[in-house]
């Protein structure tokens, strides 16, 4: 089934602890995002990835970090995770011209005790 | 850098009645907008999209308006449903590296 697969759906981490997200995408997209949505503030940029081979910064980068040494994965790595990285995370691709449309995955919640 | 809002965090409908969903940009370069819905414990779902080129856009019972002179964009639900119960988001294209979003509006359907 094409669309994007995030793993895990759920996870309680202990403070401190390293933890990746995983992502992956079946469409070819070139683009690739994560997101973290918390109560209030919608959806916030963290990481990007518009081709493999390449990344940049988002809104909130500070804690985490990314590669894309493919097309189909963007893991996301919280190096040493902290309570405050608590939240939703959503892996996104984008498409190609003409559509431009932005797919999202199922998301994981993280929760950092 | 662009920013994005919304007018009402939360909207309540009856069943049967119009829906329309508010979101203001800041940035008048922008030129290419989505509204996406997102149900409860899913990620959120395309609705619709718009170009800057036009002012308006019919999906099936979606209709998105775009005013560039004061930078607002509106989602439009007919005959609203209670599967229609979700948030909304406005997302913005940002110079084509990425889209912000707005904090989204809560619609709720009444029986």
């Known amino acids: 089934i094409a669309g994007i697969t995030q793993a895990p759906t759920s996870q309680i981490l202990a403070a401190g602890r390293r933890m990746t997200l995983r992502c992956t995408q079946d469409?070819?997209?070139?683009?690739m995002y994560w997101y973290r949505q918390d109560l209030g503030l919608g959806l916030r940029l963290i990481h990007y990835?518009?081709?493999?081979?390449?990344?940049g910064k988002g809104e909130v980068p500070d804690g985490y970090s990314v590669s894309r040494a493919n097309t189909d994965d963007f893991p996301l790595t919280l190096a040493s995770a902290v309570p405050s990285q608590t939240s939703v995370y959503f892996c996104?691709?984008?498409?190609?011209?003409?559509?431009?449309?932005?797919?999202f995955g199922p998301g994981t919640r993280l929760t950092v005790l | 850098g662009e920013s994005v809002g919304l007018h009402l965090p939360t909207l309540s409908v009856q069943e049967g009645d119009n829906s329309i969903i508010n979101c203001a940009y800041s940035?008048?370069?922008?030129?290419?907008f989505i509204w996406y819905k997102q149900e409860s414990g899913k990620g959120p779902q395309f609705i619709i999209d718009?170009?800057?080129?036009?002012d308006k856009r019919q999906g099936q019972r979606v209709t998105v308006l775009l005013n560039k002179t004061v930078k607002h964009l509106s989602l439009q639900i007919a005959a609203t449903q209670p599967g229609d119960s979700a948030v909304y988001f406005c997302?913005?294209?940002?110079?084509?590296?990425?889209?912000?979003f707005g904090p989204g509006t809560r619609l709720s359907v009444l029986p």
């Open positions: 718009i170009r800057s080129n036009m």
């Open positions: 990835s518009n081709t493999a081979g390449t990344t």
């Open positions: 469409m070819r997209h070139n683009a």
């Open positions: 997302a913005v294209d940002n110079y084509g590296q990425n889209f912000v």
């Open positions: 940035n008048s370069a922008s030129d290419y």
């Open positions: 996104a691709s984008r498409g190609d011209m003409p559509t431009n449309e932005q797919f």
